[in-house]
């Protein structure tokens, strides 16, 4: 069964600066994606960003980019350049797989970004 | 912007009571998915829509939830009896057959007393 890992509860950055949130997977599917959503205090999850696991290169969309490590089962989010309005949860996800496509998410990550 | 929407965005209602929610999906997306999200915790899902048809739901979903797609269009989401265990944020997310993103509505959140 699909797993996501993540192990950073909270994490702070100053502003300007970049982070990178960590995420761990377990799938036994061949091919599979992953998936980073933002939720702000408001609670809509805001998609960011999608990897394919055959894809060649790794993601990127404007300050996002994900830092897909095959081997190890990762896909790190990392946030270039952090604002203020960067601070929110950060949930990694992934497809159960078959037909539904239902996602299954970590814990998520807190992202305090400081001035 | 025609993205999710969800109604109502809270609710308080007291344990006994029957509640139900709206989710209206992205016009063109024929796949519509709802969640359930506790505090701490990433959203999980609870039923699946494809067009009309519900084609799975999970063990999360009791006897005491139904979920309705008349028509493939918006959906909706009854809880009878309600729990305080119920209280939660409802999320309701879309998504087209050639896209592997799925995108949320506002959520709902439901505070039971």
């Known amino acids: 069964a699909q797993k996501i890992t993540q192990t950073q509860p909270g994490m702070f950055v100053q502003e300007k600066e970049a982070v990178t949130l960590d995420c761990t997977y377990d799938?036994?599917?061949?091919?599979?994606?992953l998936f980073w959503y933002k939720q702000p205090s408001s609670g809509e999850m805001i998609f960011l960003i999608y990897?394919?696991?055959?894809?060649?290169q790794n993601a990127t969309e404007g300050r996002y980019s994900l830092n897909f490590q095959k081997a190890r089962k990762s896909a790190n989010l990392v946030i270039s350049a952090s604002q203020l309005g960067d601070s929110a949860m950060y949930f990694c996800?992934?497809?159960?797989?078959?037909?539904?496509?239902?996602?299954?998410f970590g814990t998520g990550t807190l992202l305090a970004v400081q001035p | 912007d025609t993205g999710v929407s969800q109604d109502p965005r809270h609710k308080i209602t007291k344990r006994g009571q029957n509640v139900t929610f709206r989710c209206d999906p992205i016009?063109?997306?024929?796949?519509l998915y709802w969640y359930r999200q506790t505090l701490g915790q990433g959203p999980e899902f609870l039923t699946y829509f494809q067009n009309e048809a519900q084609l799975e739901k999970s063990r999360l979903l009791s006897d005491r939830f139904s979920a309705e797609r008349p028509k493939g269009s918006f959906s909706t989401l009854e809880i009878q009896r309600t729990e305080q265990g119920d209280s939660a944020m409802y999320l309701c997310a879309s998504r087209r057959d050639t896209d592997y993103e799925q995108y949320f509505g506002p959520g709902t959140r439901l505070t039971v007393t």
């Open positions: 996800a992934m497809p159960r797989g078959g037909a539904t496509n239902k996602l299954i």
């Open positions: 990897q394919g696991s055959y894809d060649q």
């Open positions: 799938t036994s599917d061949p091919s599979y994606g």
């Open positions: 016009s063109e997306h024929n796949r």
